[in-house]
């Protein structure tokens, strides 16, 4: 006993510990957010002035004094200006770029740090020792160097903005324990902490009450509403030797369970650990910047030093400065000011304007990554649905007229309201979720709604009361039978049930009278939605742990291609793996926490806005209204935004590819024209403004003015896992639970819990986490992996060293970074 109390204790411990881990991270996020800010703001206060004097001084002289422009221009005031932004504000940059340089590995800071150092050096000489230079060209270009630098530091600071934060959806999942357990010790109720309840404890559940733990009901009868786990929005009636999970909540009824699973081994752990692992399993994305700058920053390097040593050797003198002058401004013109805002500015721009459509991206990568989906998974349960029981039909049981019945509208509409009345005034007292759709019902109809003299209600059956000196019968078919009443209307439940709606049966006075159905109603978008996402050329599937007739039914009025239904949460995360074995780009949408694991697991999660946080901390893109049409508002956008984004760096790098050779002297023999750093300068400028201008033209983007255009995408082979163990005897094989052919019903058996586990090495969408990346861009190519401390990209293989952090291997450049990353992982650990 002792030692078990040890154990359990322990266990709680080690909880804490996760959790003070998961909030130490945020800490260092947050830390890190306000080092940018108090950078950026240092670099935005000395650029602004030394930029708007260096680039409007001449239209300014009719507005500001001219001993204030003489003042402003003078290049030793520039230089005490811009010096702080240079080493100050740029220090993270710098350190990053030279290291990626000395480790022969360059990359967008590289560009950055060569660009700025080169601005600054050329200008210090111009500050310093004008005289050493041609008189047409001693212009400094401070302002190019605080502009850069800002630039930069913006879209950092956006970037560690979306990295924060992706430890709330575990803590959410871990709050929806309750604190407390009402357990049976010794013959007597006592209320314990729920940490300390043990497997074989009885439990006692009261109404309203949420379960603490896994277990197996051994008295009672009671309805429990598992939509947290299962998706399924009608509870579920729980008799004697029926299994009940934790974290679900009892509506009504009160009942007595043996505990089975406690701690890691419940289904809300698995959940957690599913989130968790599918959390830090993904890939940074490859942004085109850096692919490009590996080839373009050693090529601009290259070319500068060919044209001093070309221009020393064969250039009119003095060559040796011409060649100086030549290079520098090379560098200056390279230097990708443009390049700088080209993505952070059109994703800025298109998130802004996302946002306004009722569309949240956490990040820039899911930006990115939701143009190349082909497949949209959908859960049912209050994503195509509405998620709450609403009264469909009133199917009148007239003798005289048969069970369609053929009165006048006005007198049919007139018994409907008598019978909907009478079967709301017996639910009043009830707290099901199907007398709550049937009391809405009436309440929308204006009925006036009294209350039972009598009440009894028998769980998962139907119940039975007196309105007005009447016997009223609620029920199902078995229900009323049972009562002794006479029912001949089985099509009619059979019609309904397999439109997925649930009938119930109203009998008078021993008659039955009529057939009520209640159904979770498909929002009046969702079949629009899903009609214009197959016009772009996505695959959609819905994957639901509901039952096949009504999950058929369902999906069926959306019109989606496949139906798996069935689905146990802890396994949902699994299709979606499979799905993405196939060589699916695949996009999941939920809204509960049972959608957590799958959203995580998905190359883009879309949370329904108004679902669960959990889902919405576990997903790359939140859809406030709750509405579908905010995922094809999502890929339209997503594709707009990538082909913007395109044109910039067309801009950027157009503007370098025309103006390097001119900078190095490629006119000169014929005309005998150079390109001095100013005129690179304002080149450098224009691309940036070609820039901002082209981005801008996102604003007007309207979702509802975008034509339909349907995409060929490629299947990309690659083998993810998120289940590190065997497949226990009768698992469904991936072939089994994924029909090959569309508009197919499949339903998959739900599994043991402990087959479910969270492999550390699990691989990820496309490698490593991309939650919790910087803009610093690095180049995952191939097998490479980032050095944590210092940024650069290097080999596994020929890693100076590894070391083991929470489950995942990080790799060093240099004994010196393995040192520093020893002393504080939490530091360095994405």
């Known amino acids: ?113 060569l660009g700025t150092a080169a601005s600054y050096g050329y200008s210090l000489a111009v500050t310093a020792v004008p005289e050493l230079l041609p008189a047409m060209a001693r212009e400094p270009y401070y302002e190019s160097v605080g502009t850069i630098i800002s630039l930069m530091l913006v879209g950092q600071l956006l970037e560690a903005r979306a990295r924060l934060g992706t430890g709330e959806s575990i803590r959410a999942l871990i709050g929806l324990k309750p ?135 064969i250039g009119p003198a003095p060559r040796g400065v011409h060649g100086l002058v030549s290079a520098v401004a090379v560098l200056v013109i390279a230097c990708p000011c443009a390049l700088g805002i080209a993505t952070p500015l059109s994703v800025t721009i298109s998130t802004g304007k996302a946002a306004r459509f009722g569309v949240l991206f956490r990040s820039a990568e899911a930006l990115q990554n939701t143009r190349r989906i082909d497949t949209v998974v959908m859960d049912k349960t209050g994503t195509i649905t509405r998620g709450k029981p609403e009264l469909t039909d009133v199917v009148m049981l007239d003798p005289a007229d048969g069970p369609s019945g053929r009165h006048g509208d006005a007198k049919r509409q007139e018994k409907e309201n008598h019978i909907l009345r ?4 017996a639910e009043s007292l009830s707290e099901h979720p199907l007398a709550q759709a049937i009391m809405e019902a009436a309440k929308q109809r204006n009925l006036d709604i009294g209350q039972p003299s009598s009440f009894q209600a028998t769980a998962g059956s139907g119940l039975s009361a007196q309105v007005e000196g009447r016997r009223i019968l609620v029920g199902n ?46 929002k009046p978008d969702s079949a629009k939605a899903i009609a214009e996402l197959k016009q772009r050329g996505l695959n959609i599937v819905m ?34 793996v499979d799905l993405r074995n196939e060589g699916r780009m695949v996009a999941m ?8 694991p799958a959203l995580a697991a998905a190359d883009i999660g879309f949370a329904i806005g108004t679902g669960t946080d959990v889902a919405i901390e576990s997903a790359d893109v939140t859809l406030v209204s709750g509405s579908l049409m905010g995922v094809v508002s999502s890929v339209d956008l997503s594709r707009a935004a990538m082909r913007n984004i395109s044109q910039n760096l067309g801009f950027a790098f157009g503007y370098n590819a025309l103006g390097i050779p001119v900078a190095a002297g490629a006119l000169y023999p014929i005309w005998h024209v150079m390109l001095n750093p100013m005129i690179a300068g304002a080149a450098m400028a224009f691309s940036s403004l070609s820039v901002v201008l082209n981005a801008n033209r996102l604003r007007a983007f309207d979702p509802n003015a975008v034509k339909p255009r349907r995409v060929r995408f490629k299947r990309h082979e690659r083998h993810v896992e998120l289940d590190a163990q065997s497949p226990q005897e ?24 402990s087959s479910v586990g969270a492999s550390s090495d699990a691989p990820a969408k496309y490698g490593q986490s991309t939650k919790g990346t910087t803009m610093d861009m690095d180049m995952n ?26 489950g995942r291997t990080y790799y060093f450049c240099s004994a010196g970074c393995a040192e520093n990353f020893a002393k504080d992982p939490a530091k360095y650990a994405d």
Request: proline share 5%; net charge negative; glycine share 8%.
């Open 781 to 806: 190519n191939g097998n490479k992996v980032k050095d944590p401390v210092c940024g650069m990209t290097i080999d596994p293989e020929s890693a100076a060293g590894s070391q083991e952090h929470n």
């Open 730 to 753: 009768g698992d469904p094989s991936p072939a089994e639970s994924l029909p090959a052919e569309p508009d197919s019903v499949q339903t998959t058996q739900a599994r043991s819990v």
């Open 179 to 313: 604190r407390t357990a009402r357990v049976v010790r010794d013959g007597t109720e006592v209320a314990i902490d729920a940490e300390k309840v043990k497997p074989g404890d009885i439990v006692v559940i009261r109404p309203g009450e949420k379960l603490p733990v896994d277990g197996v009901v051994v008295a009672g009868v009671s309805s429990v509403d598992e939509s947290m786990i299962t998706g399924e929005s009608m509870p579920v009636t729980k008799h004697e030797g029926d299994t009940v999970t934790g974290a679900t909540i009892n509506t009504t009824g009160a009942f007595r369970y043996r505990v089975t699973r406690v701690g890691s081994d419940t289904v809300l752990a698995q959940i957690i650990d599913l989130v968790r692992t599918a959390q830090t399993s993904k890939a940074p994305i490859q942004r085109l910047a850096d692919k490009i700058s590996g080839f373009f920053v050693p090529g601009v390097i290259i070319v500068a030093i060919w044209t001093f040593a070309i221009w020393w050797l």
């Open 543 to 576: 994957l639901t742990g509901d039952n096949q007739t009504t999950s058929k039914a369902v999906g069926g009025q959306v019109g989606v291609d496949r139906v798996i239904a069935g689905v146990r949460p802890e396994h949902k995360a699994e299709r979606i």
């Open 422 to 425: 009478i079967v709301a005034s």
């Open 589 to 596: 949408v939920g809204d509960g926490i049972n959608d957590a």
């Open 1 to 113: 006993m002792i030692e078990t109390m040890k154990r359990t204790d322990e266990a709680l411990q080690n909880a804490r510990t996760a959790n003070l881990a998961d909030d130490d991270g945020d800490s260092e996020r947050r830390r890190e957010i306000k080092a940018l800010i108090r950078r950026l703001v240092v670099a935005v206060v000395f650029t602004v002035p030394v930029f708007v004097f260096a680039m409007f001084g001449m239209w300014l002289r009719t507005f500001v004094p001219m001993g204030v422009i003489d003042f402003m221009t003078n290049p030793w005031v520039q230089l005490a200006l811009i010096t702080p932004v240079m080493f100050y504000s740029g220090w993270p940059i710098h350190r990053t770029g030279w290291l990626a340089l000395v480790h022969r590995s360059p990359e967008m800071n590289s560009l950055v740090a």
């Open 477 to 522: 078919e078995a229900f009323i039978t049972g009562s002794g009443v006479i029912f001949t209307a089985s099509e009619v439940l059979d019609r309904l049930a397999d439109e997925g709606k649930t009938p119930v049966v109203v009998a008078v006075d021993g008659a039955a009278v009529a057939v009520l159905a209640v159904a979770d109603m498909v």
